[in-house]
C-alpha cells in the first residue's frame, strides 16, 4: 500500500518567507509527528498530532513554527519569516496509534538562501 | 550532553567482517528502544527493536543493557548492501516521541 508522502520534495525560498510543507500519512494511522533533519544529524522531534489535535509540541524551535491537522489526516508544517538556520530535511512520520512503529516518509528538503 | 550518543564512523569494513556499534542513552526513562537504517538521502527506516533479553534478525543482533544505558547492534557476515547510516533510537515520554542519535555511518567494501 501506499506509504507516507510528503511534498514538495524540494523547497528553495529566500530569506523571510513564508514556506508550507505537507505530509499525507498512512490511511487509517491516527497518530502523524514531524521531525527536523539537520545534515549530519539524527532526525529531531518537532511536533505529535493524535487525531487533529496537537498532544507534544514541546519540539517547535519558536513560534515562526506551526503545524496543523485539521481533519486527522493531512497536516501542513507552516514557517513563518524563515531563516539560512530553518534549511534541513523535514520529516513526515505516521503511526498507527500510540506507541505503534512510526513509519516515515521521504522528507521535504528545504533550502533558505 | 546528547540524549543519544553514538560514535559517527564511518567504519570501513570488507565484506564478510562482523561489526559491531554502540551508543549510549542519558534518559534513564526512556521506554523502547530500536536500531533504525538510514540510507544516503532516504528516510530512516526501522531496523529492528531491542529487547533486554537480545534480539537476532538474521545477521543482525541487537542488545539493550537498561543499568548501563547502553545499546548495541552487532551486523555478522557484512554484504555491500549493509552500507548505509545506523540510527540508534529511543522512545521517551507518553506519547513515545523518538529520539535520535546522530548515527554511525557503514561502509562495507568488496
Known amino acids: 500500500g501506499a506509504g507516507v508522502s510528503q511534498t514538495p520534495s524540494n523547497k528553495v525560498t529566500e530569506k523571510g518567507k513564508y514556506v508550507e510543507l505537507r505530509c499525507d500519512p498512512i490511511s487509517g494511522h491516527t497518530a502523524l509527528y514531524w521531525y527536523r533533519q539537520s545534515l549530519g544529524q539524527g532526525p529531531e522531534f518537532l511536533i505529535y498530532?493524535?487525531?487533529?489535535?496537537?498532544?507534544?509540541d514541546s519540539g517547535l524551535p519558536n513560534d515562526r513554527f506551526f503545524a496543523v491537522r485539521p481533519e486527522g489526516s493531512v497536516s501542513t508544517l507552516k514557517i513563518q519569516r524563515t531563516e539560512r538556520g530553518d534549511s534541513a530535511v523535514y520529516l513526515c512520520?505516521?503511526?498507527?496509534?500510540?506507541?505503534?512503529?512510526?513509519?516515515f516518509g521521504p522528507g521535504t528538503r528545504l533550502l533558505v538562501l | 550532553r546528547k540524549e543519544v550518543e553514538q560514535d559517527p564512523g564511518p567504519f570501513n569494513v570488507p565484506e564478510g567482517a562482523t561489526v559491531a556499534f554502540n551508543c549510549t542513552y542519558s534518559?534513564?526513562?526512556?521506554?523502547?528502544f530500536f536500531w533504525y537504517r538510514q540510507d544516503c538521502r532516504k528516510e530512516p527506516k526501522l531496523l529492528m527493536s531491542?529487547?533486554?533479553s537480545g534480539n537476532e534478525d538474521g545477521r543482525f543482533t541487537a542488545q539493550l543493557n537498561r543499568a548501563s544505558q547502553y545499546i548495541s547492534l552487532l551486523i555478522r557476515d557484512s554484504k555491500l548492501s549493509d552500507s548505509a547510516t545506523y540510527l540508534c533510537?529511543?522512545?521517551?515520554?507518553?506519547?513515545?516521541?523518538?529520539?535520535f542519535g546522530t548515527g554511525t555511518r557503514l561502509l562495507v567494501s568488496p
Open positions: 498530532f493524535q487525531g487533529t489535535g496537537a498532544a507534544d
Open positions: 512520520a505516521s503511526s498507527l496509534g500510540f506507541g505503534e512503529t512510526q513509519y
Open positions: 533510537v529511543v522512545s521517551i515520554g507518553g506519547f513515545q516521541k523518538l529520539v
Open positions: 531491542v529487547y533486554s
Open positions: 534518559n534513564s526513562a526512556s521506554q523502547s
